[in-house]
Each structure stands twice: as C-alpha cells, then as structure tokens.
C-alpha cells in the first residue's frame, strides 16, 4: 500500500498518481513530457470574472474542512479521485503538506481548489464550482495566496482550455524538472499568511 512518504517522495521526482475511476481501486503514474503551470500570483481573471467580484458578497478561506473539499472535487460523474488517493491526501494534509482553499458567496460555498506542497512547489490537484465563477474565483485567490506565502510554482498536471483562458501555459518536462528542483531548494509555509480579502484582491486581477 503506498504511504503518504511515498507519495511526496513522487512529487519531488515529478510523477504523480491518478485513478482511472472513483471504484477503481489502482493507481496509475503519471510523468507527461509537458507539463502545465500556472503562472504564481498572476493567474488571469477576465473582465466578467472581476465585475462578479466587485458586487461583493465573495471571501475566501483556508484551514476548513479539508476533507469536505476533497470530496466536492470527487462528486463529479467522472473522477481520477479515488478511496486510496483520498486516504493519502488526508494524511498529507495532517502532515502539512496538503491544503485547501474553499470561495463563498454571501456565506455559501460556491468553489474550492486543493494540493499539495512541497518547499515552494504547490502542486494543483483538483477543484470544484457549485455556482458560476466559482473554481475560477478559487484559482484566482489560490496564485494570490501562494505568491504572498512565498511559493514559486504552481503545477496544475495537465493544462485545459479552461486553465490556458486563466494564464496556464505547457513547458517541457525538462523545464519543469529545472524549475521543481529551484522550488525544492526552499521552504514556503501555506498559512504564512492569512488568505486575502476580496479588496485586496482586486488590484490584482
């Protein structure tokens, strides 16, 4: 059974694991010859996005419940996360190596985003909306926050439209090793500071 070591132990290297069903009980390892990354403190929010933001009603917010977040990014008709993966990311998170950042809307959760971080690498696993802006919202405030926490990379795997529309580029894999190993090299602490407000946020995006 892999451990939670084991596991950090494959970010550090650039691999990470996936599994091809919520009932599938296998892991599958994943190393692709591009990578996507998101551009740390300065993901892009559209003009749509920013006027959804100054009407207000929006926060967000870290060191709830993670687990909850986890499985809201889970209940989707198709997942890659399944029971083990679950497991793992709920000891990594005791560990203080996973985190969460969970957007509301006039006090009801509207999205999140959670991963995992090792020295100044946040590694992107995966994210939710319940109401429209909802992930992006999440996105936007996560590269904040990690930009005012001192992190240097933000790994999103894969890169989708979705992500590209918001700053998210493809580097090879020998880029993205170059840069894993600069992170690595160095300590970021993901509740170094509190998670900004909505006016702070502003003048950012």
């Not at 920013?50 to 709830?64: D, P």
């Not at 990311?89 to 985190?99: D, I, P, T």
Request: glycine share 10%.
């Amino acid at each position: 059974m892999l451990s939670a070591e084991q596991l950090l132990a494959s970010y550090a290297n650039g691999i990470f694991p996936m599994a091809r069903a919520a009932d599938d009980p296998q892991l599958h390892w994943y190393d692709p010859p591009r990578r996507g990354v998101l551009p740390v403190g300065g993901v892009h929010a559209s003009r749509s996005l920013r006027r959804n933001l100054r009407r207000g009603g929006w926060r967000a917010e870290i060191g709830g419940d993670f687990s909850a977040i986890v499985a809201a990014c889970a209940d989707r008709d198709e997942t890659w996360i399944n029971a083990p993966l679950t497991r793992l990311y709920a000891q990594l998170h005791a560990s203080g190596h996973a985190h969460a950042l969970a957007v509301l809307h006039e006090g009801q959760l509207a999205g999140g985003v959670f991963g995992v971080s090792l020295g100044t690498a946040f590694f992107g696993e995966s994210m939710f909306s319940r109401r429209t802006d909802g992930s992006k919202m999440a996105l936007v405030w996560l590269s904040r926050h990690l930009a005012d926490c001192g992190f240097t990379l933000f790994d999103s795997q894969f890169l989708t439209p979705h992500l590209a529309s918001m700053g998210g580029v493809e580097i090879t894999r020998h880029a993205y090793q170059r840069q894993l190993r600069h992170a690595l090299t160095r300590v970021a602490d993901f509740h170094a500071r509190p998670v900004p407000d909505a006016a702070e946020l502003l003048p950012a995006v």
